[in-house]
C-alpha cells in the first residue's frame, strides 16, 4: 500500500518537494480494480480470462503511465499481458514452485544478500508501483513490510566490516519508492563507507512511475562519492513513452549509468524482431542493454516460458541483427553458484 512509502518520511533532510507530492499522488492513482482498469482500456469483460483467485494470490496494481501504454481494445496487449491477473495463472506446472531461487526467506528476515564477490543487495523496499504477474514477489509480497532503520543500520555495519564489497545494490521490492529524505540519508550512510566505491539501483520506476524520476533525485545520485549505476527494468519497446526517455535521457546527462534488465517472457517480447527493437531504442536513451533473464519458474507463470529450443533460436536470432554490444547477456540464475549463469540449451 501507498502507506509504505509514505511511512519512511521521518527527520527530512530534503523537505519534501513538489515533485515529491505529484510521484507520490501518481502511485496513489494506480489501478488497482480490474473492471476500471479495462473501462479504461475499451475492453469487454468476456475478452480477458480474468481470475479472482489469482487476484488474490497477487492483487492487481498498475501505474497510470503504465496503463496509457497498453494499446487499447486489444486484449492481446504485450504490456496489458504482464499484468493481467488471468486464470491461466492458477495451473499447478511440474517444475514450478514457490521459490524457484531459494533464498527469499534469509532475504526477507535480514534485507542484506551477499551471494556474490564484492557486491551486496540491500533490499529496502518491499513495496512495487506495479505488479508483475511473472514475478517471484506474488508469493512474497513481504506484507508491505516497513523501511527498517535499525535493520538497514545492522547491514551497513555488516558491509563496513568486509574490505571485500565494493557495491551495494540498492532493491526490493522497488528501492525508488523511498522518499528522497531517506534515500538521501542511506546514500550519504554508504559514501561514508571508505571502500564502497559504487552505489546501484534496480528499479521498475523508471519505466513504470517516470513522474518519480525528479530532477532532485537526479542531483542525489549525481552529486554522492560513489559511482552510480540505475538499472532498469524494461521488456518491451512499447513500455518506453517519449516522457520516460527524456527522463533517462536527464538522467544519462547527469552522468549516471543507465543499463537494462528484461525477463523473456512468452507472448510479450519472444520474437527477434521485438527484442532487437528494444535493444535498440534502449541505446537511443542511452541504456545499454545488460540481461535478458531466462524465467525464474515460479508457480502462477508457467503461461510465460518458452521452450529451450525456442530460447536458443530466439537468441541467436538476436545475435545476427545486433552489434554485439547491443546483445543483453542471457542468463539464470541457478542457487548456490557463484554469479548468474549463462543460459546454455
Ligand atoms: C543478481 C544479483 C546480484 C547482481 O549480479 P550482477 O551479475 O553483478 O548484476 C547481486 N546479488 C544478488 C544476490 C543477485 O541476485
Ligand atoms: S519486483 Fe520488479 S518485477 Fe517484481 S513485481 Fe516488483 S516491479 Fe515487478
Known sequence: MLSSAHSV?????????????NWKQALASAFR????????????????????KAEQQFNLRVTRH????????????????????????LQQVPGFSHNPVGDLESVESSGLLHKYHG?????ISSACAIHCRYCFRRHFPYHEHRYNEERIQQSLNTIKADNSITEVILSGGDPLLLSDSSLQELLQKLAQITQLKRIRIHSRIPVVLPERMSDTLADMLASTRLQAVLVIHCNHPHELSTVNRQRLLHYRQRNIT???????LKGVNDRVDTLAQLSEQLFDCHVMPYYLHALDK???AAHFDSQPADIARLYAGLQTRLPGYLVPKLVKEIAGEASKSLYIT
Open 9 to 21: 518520511d521521518q527527520g527530512p533532510i530534503i523537505p519534501r518537494s513538489a515533485a515529491e507530492v
Open 33 to 52: 480494480d480490474w473492471h476500471e482498469l479495462l473501462d479504461y482500456l475499451q475492453l469487454l469483460p468476456q475478452q480477458l480470462d480474468f481470475s479472482i
Open 66 to 89: 503504465y496503463a496509457a501504454q497498453i494499446r487499447k481494445a486489444d486484449p492481446q496487449d504485450p504490456l496489458l499481458r504482464q499484468i493481467a491477473p488471468l486464470s491461466e495463472e
Open 119 to 123: 557486491r551486496v543487495l540491500l533490499m
Open 258 to 264: 543507465l543499463l537494462n534488465q528484461s525477463v523473456l
Open 298 to 300: 515460479v508457480s502462477g
